[in-house]
């Protein structure tokens, strides 16, 4: 059943305030970890930052969540976002990956990320002298992306990736359990089609409300068309295709014209909240449920949000 929320408090004043007392450890707007460390790695022959919590925690094993960038954005642009995330108990990814797409080469997701990750995670996980040596649930994949990125998670979702978010078409491993995305639709380009997406496994779309690169359109017109629940659609008020990143229109990366209103910190942090608390829903996590499944649309005033499930 989906619903959509409008006005804030509904929850709270319906017995919400059980569930915000299980909140409040952490807070709604909080995080499990308030340390994260990072290191630098290669994926699969890929220069790639990771970012995990101190691993004085007692919380293990993490999950690993790999971020898939946009066209031409460097991993370094997304360290504000990664860092956020993997403060909710994750070790996140972030690879360069570079390809020749159409003719030019350049910074481009590819599906087989997923795959090289996994394999990446079990190797990281068992190599005496890794930061995170037997800290990492190599049996747990979840995906995070932006723009292209996501384009190419979308595909991952329904199982198999296929060109041009790949190379040549290779199946989504069995690791992977959900995902979240930003900034990403399937609409056909230069047309207002939107092919039907048939994911396997649960999709978070969150959208920038003032995005001029993936339009608003197109990110409610994808999620309607996502067969498989749980799904989760977030419009963010005030910010655009480059809420996600540490700065706006990023070197190198297709600009975008539309003004954000949204302080750029600020939308950075609500847009991996929201991201990781979905992806730990999707873990069976019952502050994650409870923060994508109703309150934090109640409690978040930049947003308004769908879901089914």
Do not use: C
Request: a neutral charge; zero cysteines.
């Amino acid at each position: 059943m989906g619903r959509r929320f409008s006005r804030r408090g509904v929850l709270l004043a319906a017995g919400g305030a059980v569930i915000a007392g299980a909140l409040a450890r952490p807070a709604p707007a909080g995080a499990a970890y308030s340390t994260v460390d990072t290191y630098a790695t290669t994926v699969n022959g890929d220069a790639a930052d990771v970012y995990h919590p101190h691993t004085s925690s007692p919380h293990q094993p993490w999950p690993v969540v790999l971020l898939l960038q946009g066209a031409a954005v460097g991993r370094a642009n997304y360290a504000g976002f990664a860092r956020k995330v993997a403060s909710y108990g994750f070790v996140v990814v972030v690879p360069d990956h570079t390809r020749v797409l159409f003719g030019v080469p350049g910074l481009y997701a590819d599906g087989a990320e997923a795959t090289w990750t996994v394999a990446w995670a079990a190797a990281e996980n068992a190599r005496t002298g890794s930061p995170l040596y037997g800290r990492i649930d190599a049996g747990t994949l979840l995906l995070t992306g932006h723009s292209f990125g996501g384009a190419a998670g979308l595909g991952l979702s329904t199982g198999l990736s296929t060109p041009p978010f790949t190379d040549a078409p290779i199946p989504a491993p069995a690791q992977l359990r959900a995902a979240a995305f930003y900034g990403t639709n399937n609409a056909a380009p230069g047309t207002t089609v939107i092919p039907p997406v048939a994911n396997t496994i649960p999709v978070a779309l969150i959208q920038g409300s003032a995005d001029g690169v993936a339009s608003p359109a197109g990110g409610l017109g994808t999620y309607a068309v996502l067969s498989g629940t749980p799904k989760l659609y977030v419009s963010l008020t005030g910010a655009n295709h480059y809420g996600i990143t540490d700065v706006q229109n990023p070197a190198g990366a297709r600009p975008d014209l539309s003004p954000q209103t949204l302080d750029q910190a600020d939308g950075v942090e609500n847009i991996a909240r929201w991201s990781a608390l979905w992806l730990r829903a999707q873990l069976g996590d019952p502050v994650g449920r409870a923060w994508v499944y109703g309150l934090g649309d109640a409690v978040d005033t930049t947003v308004e949000t769908q879901f089914e499930r």
